[in-house]
Each structure stands twice: as structure tokens, then as C-alpha cells.
T-cell receptor, first 112, second 114 residues
Framework: SQQGEEDPQALSIQEGENATMNCSYKTSINNLQWYRQNSGRGLVHLILIRSNEREKHSGRLRVTLDTSKKSSSLLITASRAADTASYFCATDGTGGGNKLTFGTGTQLKVEL | NAGVTQTPKFQVLKTGQSMTLQCAQDMNHNSMYWYRQDPGMGLRLIYYSASEGTTDKGEVPNGYNVSRLNKREFSLRLESAAPSQTSVYFC?????????????FGEGSRLTVL
């Protein structure tokens, strides 16, 4: 079963607006990562937040992590048409095994 | 820099045929992974190799086999393809062990089984 579930499944916004995506997971984690996938391409890593961190920033990206609620959010500020893509969270669990488990993703469309 | 290279990019098979997806990375990474991506399902882990010489099952291993040929290469084999294996397959790698490190992905192999 999928570890992470993203919400919403799809999001459509206007350029310049902020986009917020949420991820919930089920078990204890070492870290949580966000990836981006442009249509027809491979996934690209965006940001990693460790289990002892609560917030992290990278450029226009802001990620929060609440381990008590087993949830994370990705905020993209001042969105651009080029941000149109699918976004996935992935969890690196503490159960061992050296594997990342991905959620189902949020499809973001940024319109001009 | 090539990163993670997958071949072939596209393949059409008939039910019952076999094929091998090839993956190679040039980043000296220890761990390599095979995922499949289906609409609405996100990415599901098929098999992974934490280090050269080891392989482990992921979430959906049935119908697949893998070989970690050396540190650079990790292949995925479908012995008898079924229509349910129609999917996009992604190979990925990362440098560090459990609990750390980002994944680097190939561009995907799009497989259709008729």
C-alpha cells in the first residue's frame, strides 16, 4: 500500500498565486522528500526534510513537517507557468530497507 | 553528465514475451531501484538493490526479476509479460544508505503489453 497520500489530487491556480500541497503518511520516518515530475519525464528531487526538522526553505519552496500528525506540506510561492507539473512526496521509513515510498501525487496546473 | 540511463525508452510486447529493461548510473551510487508508475497510483517499488550483490523485493515484485550486474548496472526482467505490466518503468539510484539521500531518476521506459 502507498505510504504517502497527497491532497489535493489536482490543483489549478493563476500565475503569481501560491500553491499548497499536502502529504500524509502512515509510519515513522527518517526523512520526507518532495519530487517534481514534468509530463513524460523522470522525477526530479526538490527538497528533503529530516524527521527532527519542522520547516525548510529552498528558493520559492517551503516545506513543513509535523511528525505528530504524520503530515507534510509543500508551498510554492509566486507560482509560474513553468511550475506546472506533478508533485510527489516520498518517505524514507525507519523500518530499514533503504527504500523510499511514494505517494500518489498532486497535479499542479499554473495558468497564465 | 549522463546520470541514470534507461534503455529502451519505448517497447511493445505481446503477452508471454520476455524482455529486459536496462539501467546504468555513472554517479558511483550504492543503491539502485526499479519503480513502476501507473495513472493515479503514483510510483510503486518493484525491486531494489541496497548495494552491489544484494537485491530485495519491493511492493509489487510478482512477475519481475532483477540482476545487479555490478555497481553501475541494475536490470529488470519480465519473463512472461502480461497486459497488467503495461506501465512506465523508472530506474533510480542514490548514494547513501538507509535514512538519507535523494533519488536520481532515469527518464523512464514506456512498456505496452498487448
Amino acid at each position: 500500500s502507498q505510504q504517502g497520500e497527497e491532497d489535493p489530487q489536482a490543483l489549478s491556480i493563476q500565475e503569481g498565486e501560491n500553491a499548497t500541497m499536502n502529504c500524509s503518511y502512515k509510519t515513522s520516518i527518517n526523512n520526507l522528500q518532495w519530487y517534481r515530475q514534468n509530463s513524460g519525464r523522470g522525477l526530479v528531487h526538490l527538497i528533503l526534510i529530516r524527521s527532527n526538522e519542522r520547516e525548510k526553505h529552498s528558493g520559492r519552496l517551503r516545506v513543513t513537517l509535523d511528525t505528530s500528525k504524520k503530515s507534510s506540506s509543500l508551498l510554492i510561492t509566486a507560482s509560474r507557468a513553468a511550475d506546472t507539473a506533478s508533485y510527489f512526496c516520498a518517505t524514507d521509513g525507519t523500518g530499514g530497507g533503504n527504500k523510499l515510498t511514494f505517494g500518489t501525487g498532486t497535479q499542479l496546473k499554473v495558468e497564465l | 553528465n549522463a546520470g541514470v540511463t534507461q534503455t529502451p525508452k519505448f517497447q511493445v510486447l505481446k503477452t508471454g514475451q520476455s524482455m529486459t529493461l536496462q539501467c546504468a548510473q555513472d554517479m558511483n551510487h550504492n543503491s539502485m531501484y526499479w519503480y513502476r508508475q501507473d495513472p493515479g497510483m503514483g510510483l510503486r517499488l518493484i525491486y531494489y538493490s541496497a548495494s552491489e550483490g544484494t537485491t530485495d523485493k519491493g511492493e509489487v515484485p510478482n512477475g519481475y526479476n532483477v540482476s545487479r550486474l555490478n555497481k553501475r548496472e541494475f536490470s529488470l526482467r519480465l519473463e512472461s509479460a502480461a497486459p497488467s505490466q503495461t506501465s512506465v518503468y523508472f530506474c533510480a539510484s542514490r548514494s547513501k544508505g538507509a535514512g538519507t539521500g535523494e533519488l536520481f531518476f532515469g527518464e523512464g521506459s514506456r512498456l505496452t503489453v498487448l
